[in-house]
């Protein structure tokens, strides 16, 4: 696939991150019971961004972890004839607390729905909430974000790509597909 677009640069990201810090502080009245959980793998930098964020703007330093969702996908036997998953563990306490499951693209929403079932195998939340960087469109399952950094709308073809420092040597959102 080819490079179609820089639809975000580093300068873009920060904001639309520090745009969904407030959102998430101001929709919770606060973080006092709020949690954020990153998705492995690109969820896990980008909820640890928005976390620095909310201990600017608020002052208070919240639980932060990750999850891998390998177990709680639906298309596990497509990945691998014997695909070597684990049970889910964030590292905290989620019961009774506000979930903020955090990650980089919402495509069909199977990945969001796999990471809900993940969250409810370590406890039962008082509530799960959604942010993603880019949301893209194309939804399999009646799935939404609650905090949405940019709409993307794309083709089936295409692909959004986004590029993080800890895995990628380079930062920002790009738009690939092929010349057709």
Known sequence: ???KAKLMDESAM???LMRISHEITEKNKGVDNVVLVGVRRRGEPIAQR??????KIED???????????FYRDDLTLKSE???VEKAEIGFDVNDRDVVL?????Y?????????????????????????????????????????????P???????????????????VYLMGNDD
């Open 154 to 172: 794309t083709s089936h073809a295409e692909l959004i790509e986004v590029r993080l420092p800890e895995f990628d040597n380079d930062c920002g």
């Open 102 to 106: 955090v990650d980089d693209v919402l």
């Open 50 to 55: 928005v976390c620095d964020n909310i201990k």
């Open 108 to 152: 069909t929403g199977r990945t969001a729905r796999a990471a809900i079932e993940a969250v409810f195998s370590c406890g039962r939340p008082r509530s799960i909430q959604f942010a993603v960087l880019v949301d893209r469109g194309h939804r399999e399952l009646p799935i939404r974000a609650d905090f949405v950094g940019k709409n993307v």
């Open 14 to 16: 920060n904001r639309a």
């Open 60 to 70: 208070v330093e919240i639980p932060c972890g990750s999850i891998d969702i390998s």
């Open 1 to 3: 696939m080819k490079l």
């Open 82 to 84: 014997m695909p070597v």
